[in-house]
């Protein structure tokens, strides 16, 4: 005669605090194991608790950390391009243009990438509007 073999059974907090409960409901003798239990399990949840907190509180400092690295990253962006002539050494303006699909000229310093589209870009950085290329409109 074969008989079911059960797996044992994985046992969750919930469980554990649910025996604890009917453990302590049913009264009687042997509650110094059940005030043992209980107490680790306050213990358990306790810990558990703390870890969770600190795992936030570590994953917050991290995304502050990361927006002020690039808050920083952008105002050294900022001064950098603020500081760039935006010509060649040689003569002539650095800058690079394309034409998007709306017919906007997007002009772009090749020093520091700093952005102009259309009448925005100085008079004496022009360029040859002929050297912009874009799609066919
Ligand atoms: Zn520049």
Same mark, same amino acid.
């Given at each position: 005669?074969?008989?079911?073999? /059960? ?64 808050? /920083? ?24 243009? /394309?034409?998007?699909?709306q ?34 409109s």
């Amino acid at each position: 005669m074969a008989r079911n073999i /059960q797996a044992p059974k994985k046992s969750s907090v919930l469980e554990d605090a649910t025996m604890v409960a009917t453990l302590t409901q049913s009264g009687g003798g042997g509650s110094d194991a059940v005030t043992k239990m209980a107490n680790l399990l306050a213990e358990k949840l306790e810990k558990d608790k703390a870890n969770e907190l600190e795992q936030r509180d570590i994953a917050l400092a991290a995304r502050k950390a990361g927006a002020e690295a690039m808050a /920083q990253k952008r105002e050294r962006e900022v001064a950098f391009q603020s500081n760039c002539p935006h010509m060649k050494p040689w003569g002539g303006p650095s800058i690079g243009g /394309q034409r998007d699909h709306q017919g906007n000229y997007r002009f772009i310093c090749l020093f520091c990438s700093k952005m102009w589209i259309n009448d925005e870009l100085p008079a004496h950085l022009k360029i040859a509007l002929d050297r912009v290329g874009g799609p066919d409109s």
